[in-house]
């Protein structure tokens, strides 16, 4: 992207001054007892669950939206049954509880902001009637600051109760619920370790933000962090651990990106069974623009799935408007994780 359309993307962080902190079985093993007769003992196998691998192969090719050029869909493991993706396409709310300005998620009370979302979720439906729509909270539960803070580590973790709160908030609708992190000085391994306890819960998942993540000891905000290959694949291990560990379905793992520089190595991302990965297109700006980025930083450079974010606020200034579900599925790839702001 050029540096000037780069300069049109904004930086969403807002630093809170508060203080808190986050088969076909196999063969049967036959064992023989000489005695007066001989005894076969004949120990089972639990059958291997597999998933409809063509009914899978069409669904992705769908997605694709026909692409031509190899890159779409990308080649990766079959994930274990139950799998979200692409069988369903995700719409979430994002923000954090501490603040109206972060997102729609904080922004309006509870019931306007699921009634709102569940508004989006039938847009999406009737947009694309082939993927089922499904309401998901994504909340910020590591949020960048611009102080050190009591660790040095310009990061701030959210009371578990806030993130019962939106745990809570997500049942009656039967949403998915993102636990978002922003890392400042620490690191992806040290924060997703710390919510294990709930990534441990089958509808709980991860959002990552290289935007804040500052390894040469910069003021998170004051220039665009980013992550390596290696930084993501430390979240990939920790979810697939989680997900082995709890005989869970795959954990979907987003993550955000706008500018070329936020994700290092790209080609070295693994991909595994256990963890489906999203590449969410972030920043705000002109249709144009968002275009731009995505054709450049999602399309050019696939991992797995793709995804979109949507500023109800900033994507609706100046002479821009947002985009609306109808056109997003006219993509290539088409999105299979939308986000609101």
């Not at 990061?155 to 998915?176: C, E, G």
């Not at 040469?216 to 962090?225: C, H, Q, W």
Request: charged residues 25%; positive net charge; proline residues 6%.
């Amino acid at each position: 992207m050029k540096k000037s359309a780069i300069a049109l993307l904004a930086l969403p962080l807002l630093f809170m001054n508060i203080s808190c902190e986050k088969g076909k079985a196999a063969d049967g093993v036959t064992a023989t007892e000489k005695s007066d007769t001989v005894k076969t003992v004949t120990k089972e196998k639990t059958p291997t669950l597999t998933i409809d691998t063509v009914d899978f192969n069409k669904r992705m090719i769908a997605l694709s939206n026909n692409d031509t050029t190899g890159r779409w869909p990308v080649k990766a493991p079959y994930p274990l049954p139950g799998a979200l993706l692409p069988y369903n396409r995700i719409i979430a709310y994002y923000g954090n509880l501490y603040s109206t300005r972060m997102g729609i998620l904080g922004e309006i009370p509870r019931k306007e902001m699921l009634a709102k979302l569940q508004g989006e979720v039938s847009k999406w439906q009737a947009a694309d009637s082939t993927v089922k729509a499904i309401p998901a909270l994504h909340y910020i539960a590591v949020t960048a600051q611009g102080a050190p803070g009591k660790n040095n580590m310009h990061r701030l973790r959210m009371p578990f109760k806030q993130i019962d709160t939106v745990i809570s908030w997500a049942k009656p609708i039967n949403a998915l619920v993102f636990l978002d992190i922003q890392v400042g000085h620490s690191t992806v391994k040290s924060e997703v370790a710390e919510l294990e306890k709930y990534l441990s819960m089958p509808n709980v998942h991860l959002g990552i933000d290289p935007e804040f993540s500052m390894k040469n000891g910069e003021r998170p905000g004051s220039k665009i962090g980013h992550f390596t290959a290696a930084d993501i694949n430390d979240a990939i291990t920790i979810l697939a651990d989680i997900v082995r560990k709890n005989k869970l379905t795959p954990k979907v793992l987003v993550i955000h990106r706008f500018t070329q520089g936020m994700v290092k190595n790209y080609k070295d991302i693994k991909t595994v069974p256990e963890v489906q990965i999203v590449m969410d297109m972030d920043g705000f700006g002109s249709k144009v623009l968002k275009k731009d980025s995505y054709v450049s930083y999602i399309y050019r450079e696939p991992v797995q799935f793709a995804g979109f974010k949507l500023f109800y606020k900033n994507d609706n200034k100046n002479d821009w408007k947002m985009y609306s579900p109808e056109e997003l599925v006219k993509f290539t790839p088409k999105p299979i994780y939308i986000q609101y702001q």
